[in-house]
């Protein structure tokens, strides 16, 4: 309401529709039932549909009308997207189809269900809740929790620490190459994919420890929506590990329903594409991002097909280690299409990683820079100490010290934070989603 006061209209419709719409769906059997989800579905499709994709559409119809002679005119309407529209939609949709599925009962209180759509911490970039985790913490009775406020105060440092730190200090690396890919070789456009790639995980990953966090210090648990998914040693564990709520989402909602992968091999690698090419729509109305989507299912639909061959995989640390390698350098090719302005300096960026070639500007201005040098430390410190949580060493470690060393350790990151942290305006990546 304070971007645009008219905006809670929208999603206030969207909530009396749903929230009576599960109540409906509930009471009545056969066809009936599936009358009000399809009433909710249309509801909530629509409203995207119109903010988010109405002028995509438009523009791409239109030149195709026009070759058949039809021509129409635009409205003259300015369309701007209600902050995090896609996140709360889908975790409406959830809402509806788990109550039709018989998953969860419909929810009879009006303001716990407009809580569940518009939960402060999560609301705007996630993750993506289901009713079966979240409809039932707003009923319980909530006690302050020392050992709640402090991991949640945990959760909030870490996560500013690779928004702040990480994320905004390699996208002074990331911006500048991606919106002028011509002028780097290809040591400079590979550096810059992997500077966004941790700029993008700082960014989304640290927005989601801080939601969680401010949650957990009232009591309500979020889901885990990251996984250390660099560590992923194919695209698939990626994302498994990645976005863990719309993974899952687009899983049970679309890849499922779609006939998964029981079903013919030549039907298995359509539903993975398809499902990866709508997720990569999701994420914006430009075919950069349909391009992204496409580029990573092809990538599973691949890895699916070699599991079909049966030949040994790679084993032992040596196999791990380059597979996880294989698998970073995949990830961060696909990421040229998100982290591009638009579809054209893209195809731009690859052009130029695709020739072996370096220039002084690439040395100089990218790998040697400052922003560059200093991003990197702290990633491979970040890196370092998730390497030690995949192998449960630092936990156990750390909550072994004493309650002094902890303590400074938490201070230490404080001032870390305030040292090199990027304080500009460069607002979370996702909430433009």
């Known amino acids: ?142 006690f302050f929790s020392e050992a709640k406020l402090v991991s949640g105060l945990r959760l909030i440092l870490w996560g500013l620490f690779k928004k702040l730190v990480i994320a905004d200090r390699a996208a002074i690396v990331s911006d500048e190459v991606f919106a002028h890919p011509v002028q780097y070789g290809s040591i400079g456009i590979f550096w810059a994919s992997v500077m966004f790639a941790f700029r993008i995980y700082g960014d989304f990953s640290g927005y989601t420890d801080i939601a969680r966090g401010a949650a957990r210090m009232l009591g309500f648990e979020l889901m885990l929506n990251f996984r ?88 032992g640390r040596a196999g791990t280690n380059f597979n996880r390698i294989k698998t970073f350098l995949l990830i961060c090719i696909s990421w040229i299409f998100f982290a591009a302005p638009n579809m054209q300096l893209a195809i731009q960026a690859i052009r130029q990683l695709r020739v072996i070639s370096h220039s002084t500007t690439d040395i100089s201005d990218v790998l040697l820079a400052k922003d560059s040098l200093m991003a990197s430390v702290f990633i491979f410190f970040l890196l370092f100490c998730e390497i030690l949580i995949e192998k449960e060493r630092l936990s156990a470690w750390f909550f072994s010290q004493a309650r002094w060393f902890r303590w400074m350790s938490y201070a230490t990151v404080c001032w870390i934070i305030l040292l090199f942290g990027q304080f500009g305006e460069r607002q979370f990546i996702y909430f433009v989603f």
Do not use: C
Not at 4 to 18: H, S
Not at 284 to 298: E, M, R, S, T, Y
């Open 228 to 315: 250390r998914p660099y560590l992923s040693a194919s695209v698939t564990e990626f994302w498994r590990r990645w976005h863990i709520s719309l993974s899952t989402w687009f899983k049970d909602y679309v890849y499922i329903p779609l006939g998964g992968n029981r079903a013919l091999v030549s039907r298995v690698v359509f539903n993975l594409l398809i499902t990866f090419i709508v997720s990569g729509l999701w994420h914006g109305a430009d075919w950069k991002f349909v391009v992204w989507g496409g580029l990573n299912g092809a990538y599973i639909a691949a890895e699916y097909l070699w599991t079909k061959l049966n030949l040994p995989p790679m084993s």
């Open 1 to 142: 309401m304070a971007y645009i006061p008219w905006f809670i209209l929208v999603i206030g419709t969207t909530i009396v529709i749903d929230y009576f719409a599960g109540i409906f769906i509930a009471g009545q059997h056969g066809k009936m039932r599936k009358y009000g989800l399809i009433i909710s579905l249309i509801a909530n499709i629509g409203i995207l549909f119109f903010f988010k994709y109405f002028n995509f559409f438009y523009d791409n119809l239109v030149p195709v009308l026009s070759s058949g002679g039809i021509h129409i005119s635009k409205p003259n309407w300015n369309i701007l997207l209600p902050i995090g529209l896609s996140f709360h939609t889908f975790q409406a949709m959830s809402y509806t189809i788990e109550v039709y599925r018989g998953h969860q009962a419909a929810e009879r209180h009006f303001g716990i269900y407009a809580l569940y759509v518009l939960f402060f911490p999560q609301m705007v970039a996630g993750p993506i809740e289901r009713p079966q985790n979240m409809l039932h913490q707003f009923h319980e009775e909530k």
